[in-house]
């Protein structure tokens, strides 16, 4: 498959690249990216929620009121849960929701993802580019002029650049990424994949 080249005035520089089929056109597993797109999301958890049990509400050990003659149920402790102020019976505890995924499994993943993007014609190529300064309307403009500013776009850098990601960030529809940082969630929830050429270089040489 082959794709042309934009430069940042969203022109066509007459340039193609051809992307390879053992990332672009590989036979996609949709189980492989839901259990990875899954995986991505329960490392995000924070998995702090806790409420306090009856053991660690601070209150008097007194007894409420009798055992017997009162005509109601039984009560030895104001930290009772079924009491206005007590502990809470089964309450959220902190805990961890990642879980082991194999690295083979992430990668048809994300090659799986990379292929859909493919088929959709959801991915552009951009000639590498650089900001001397971090500036958002700089990067709104290229967004603009490539047609992509009303989507979620994803792009792709060979290296961190920090100009282009403190230009970025401030727009809700755009992220910035290098091709190491590269991950299923991130393709399957952009809309257009924006590979710079090294970028892409960098992505295709890795997978030989």
């Known amino acids: 498959m082959k794709l042309s080249v934009f430069n940042t005035a969203g022109e066509d520089t007459g340039k193609k690249v051809d992307l390879k089929k053992n990332i672009f056109e590989v036979e996609p ?6 259990l990875d797109v899954k995986q991505y999301l329960a490392n995000r958890r924070q998995g702090t929620a806790k409420t306090r049990e009856r053991a660690e509400i601070h ?28 502990g809470r019976a089964f309450g959220p505890r902190p ?19 990379l292929s859909y993007k493919a088929k959709e014609k ?21 967004s603009r002029k490539l047609n992509i500013d009303r989507m979620k776009s994803l792009l ?9 990601y403190l230009s970025s960030r401030n727009l809700e529809k755009s992220k910035v990424i290098t091709v190491s940082e ?5 393709i399957m929830n952009a809309s257009v994949v924006v590979f710079l050429e090294s970028s892409l270089n960098v992505l295709q040489t890795s997978a030989n």
């Open 59 to 86: 209150g008097s050990t007194r007894k409420i009121k009798r055992q017997k003659g009162t005509g109601t149920a039984r009560a030895g402790s104001i930290k009772s849960p079924i009491f206005r102020g007590g």
């Open 122 to 142: 959801g991915i552009m190529v951009l000639e590498d580019f650089s900001m001397e300064a971090p500036k958002t309307s700089e990067f709104s403009d290229i």
């Open 29 to 34: 597993s949709d189980h492989a990216i839901y």
């Open 156 to 164: 792709v850098l060979p290296e961190p650049n920090k100009n282009i």
């Open 182 to 186: 590269l991950n299923t969630y991130d």
């Open 95 to 113: 805990q961890s929701y990642s879980f082991k995924l194999n690295k083979k499994v992430k990668e048809l993943a994300r090659l799986s993802a």
